[in-house]
Every structure is written in C-alpha cells, then in structure tokens.
C-alpha cells in the first residue's frame, strides 16, 4: 500500500495545502517518511490524516464558484468501530460545506471494505447539501463494498453503484469529472420517474 499515492494529476491546477480555504492548509509532506497505517501497512506519505486509524483521504480539487468538491481515499472504511463517517463529515466536509461546497464526489477505488452501522452522519450530509442542489456520490466502489453499503441502505443520502462505477475518471479534467458524474447519477434517476 505504500506506493499508492493520491492522484497528482490535477496538481498544477489545485492543491489543497496551499489552499487556505481547505481542511489542510499548511499541511507539509515528507516524501522518505512513512507514518500514517492502514492496520500494519504503511501508506504513501502524500496521504491526509484526518482522524480515522483505518480511513485517509486526499482532497484532490475544489472549485469554489462551481460549488464541488472531489476527494479520494484509501484504506478500510469503518463505521461499526471505527465511526469513519463522523470523521470525514466533521473534519473534511464540515469544513467545505462552511465554504459553500455542496457537491461532493468521492473516489473509492482504494477503499479496501466497508463495515456500515448507524446512518445519521450521511443523512446530515445529505441534508447539509440537498437544498443547495447539492450531492455525495461514492466513484469506483468495489463489489463487496458496495454491498455493504446497499445493505446499510446509504443508497437513501448518497449516488453509487453501477452507474458510476468503472469510471475511468483520471483521464478527465475536474469539471468533466463532474459533469459526467452527473449526467450519469441524474440520467439514472429520470429513468426511475
């Protein structure tokens, strides 16, 4: 795991700890140190702790007059014992929700599995972003994940699943990430109508 970095591809248009809008202004990064671990596996130094033992995440872009977001993360997502939610709620989109971010897209292709408990934290978040036109949309869950979270039903707060998984999304800029994230979530749900 610790060669897997976060996504450096849109870092000539954004970083996040030179942003002083962000969660982790200021932040500095030792490129030969390894600190942070999933269990007993060291992950890549570029990596942001943000209060999950098993959970880490990079915010990758922010557009601030778009309203959006997108954030990747790695590890193990645990809610039953861990509480990863509340930390990602309150520590990462508690603070771009106060800046008027109200679309969120988040890359799951290095989320490993996913324990669900309680649901109260995404439908806060839902509820943070909804009367904005806002969403949360979970990227490239895998399989057993997104099971997982079929099964927590988080399909009430949060877009995931077929529609948008196996998206090649590095191959695109922010806003087509976006766009395509939405066409296809918004497109899925005129079809249900």
Not at 75 to 96: P, Q, T, Y
Not at 116 to 128: A, P
């Amino acid at each position: 795991m610790h060669d897997i970095e976060p996504w450096w591809g849109w870092r000539d248009e954004y970083t996040a700890e030179s942003d002083p809008k962000s969660p982790f202004y200021g932040r500095e990064y030792d490129e030969f140190t390894f600190t942070n671990k999933v269990y007993n596996y060291y992950i890549h130094p570029q990596w942001d702790d943000f209060g999950s033992e098993t959970l880490y995440g990079k915010v990758l872009y922010v557009n601030y007059k778009k309203h959006f977001a997108l954030i990747e993360l790695i590890g193990e997502w645990n809610d039953s014992l861990e509480n990863d939610i509340m930390f990602l709620k309150r520590n990462v989109a508690d603070a771009l929700i106060d800046k008027n971010i109200s679309r969120f897209v988040i890359f799951c292709d290095n989320v490993l599995n996913y324990h669900g408990d309680e649901d109260c934290y995404y439908e806060e978040w839902y509820d943070d972003v909804k009367d904005d036109e806002g969403y949360i949309c979970f990227v490239n869950t895998f399989e057993h994940v997104l099971s997982e979270m079929k099964k927590y039903r988080l399909y009430n707060y949060v877009h995931f699943g077929n529609e948008v998984n196996e998206m090649n999304w590095r191959a695109l800029k922010p806003e087509f990430v976006i766009e395509s994230v939405e066409n296809k979530i918004f497109n899925k749900q005129k079809q249900l109508l």
